[in-house]
């Protein structure tokens, strides 16, 4: 299994990364987690052509992990794609999503190729033996209340991602690591946002499970200047097992079961 960190930023837009994405390659599957602003670019920027992408998942609905969605379709049209794109998303959300292409005039059937926009348990978790399973996390806790008076859900989700090679937690947003640590206890990957945990927490996470390998993304640009520092620490304290992403970054996977 192979992971792309192909964009590494936070919320806030920055020169040198793009927003939220990254792809998990296992056999034939080429999944894309989440399309923040520049997906379609970063894609390209890592070698991956778009026509590649099986399947969209979207972890939740703040700018930086969807607005690169629209574009990226349209790239797929105008290159002309014909195979069908499973796009899942999260319960309570399909409308929104079908509303808000179809606004922009991206309708499944002018569209070249079939795009289903589904709710997680709409679309099977596992395809080829890569198993991908939503669970939620308390990211949007915070807006929940004013959410609901817009009559939005604030429901956002942590991906776990198994093949019969390995086991690996994607936070992408959440409101702290304890969101993800049980999940992330037994795995051999955490790629994780670090913009809501602090990088003590990270360290002190990486120190108590071994065998666990830590990305480090989501980089907001306050941590920026002191990353060749952190990245000396992970060497001196960790083993060099916490790694901080940049877009194309890659990160091989291989199996470690007999
Ligand atoms: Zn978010």
């Given at each position: 299994m192979k992971f792309i960190l192909t964009g590494t930023a936070s919320g806030m837009p920055v020169a040198h990364r793009r927003h939220a994405s990254l792809v998990i390659e296992d056999g034939e599957q080429r999944v894309l987690v989440d399309?923040?602003?520049?997906?379609?670019?970063?894609?390209l920027a890592a070698g991956i052509a778009l026509a590649s992408i099986t399947r969209i998942v979207?972890?939740?609905?703040?700018p930086d992990h969807v607005t690169g969605l629209p574009m990226l379709l349209q790239g797929m049209h105008i290159a002309g794609r014909t195979e069908p794109l499973p796009i899942s998303v999260p319960p309570g959300r399909v409308q929104w999503f079908r509303e808000w292409l179809r606004g922009m005039y991206i309708y499944a059937e002018k569209w070249g190729f079939p795009?289903?926009?589904q709710q997680y348990g709409d679309i099977p978790a596992s395809e080829g033996g890569l198993r991908i399973a939503p669970?939620?996390?308390r990211h949007l806790e915070k807006v929940r209340e004013l959410a609901a008076r817009h009559d939005v859900p604030a429901d956002s989700y942590s991906l776990h991602v198994s093949s019969e090679c390995c086991s690996v937690v994607i936070s992408s947003d959440i409101a702290s690591l304890d969101d993800v640590a049980a999940a992330a206890a037994g795995s051999d990957l955490l790629i994780v946002d670090g913009t809501h945990v602090l990088q003590d927490e990270i360290f002190a996470f990486a120190a108590a499970h071994e065998k666990l390998a830590v990305i480090c993304t989501h980089?907001?640009?306050?941590i920026e200047p002191g990353l060749m520092a952190l990245r000396e620490r992970s060497a001196e304290e960790a083993g060099g097992r916490?790694?901080?992403a940049y877009d194309g970054m890659q990160y091989l996977l291989e199996r470690t079961k007999t």
């Open positions: 399309a923040g602003d520049g997906t379609s670019a970063a894609l979207i972890s939740h609905t703040h795009f289903q926009v669970f939620p996390n980089i907001p640009p306050e916490v790694l901080y």
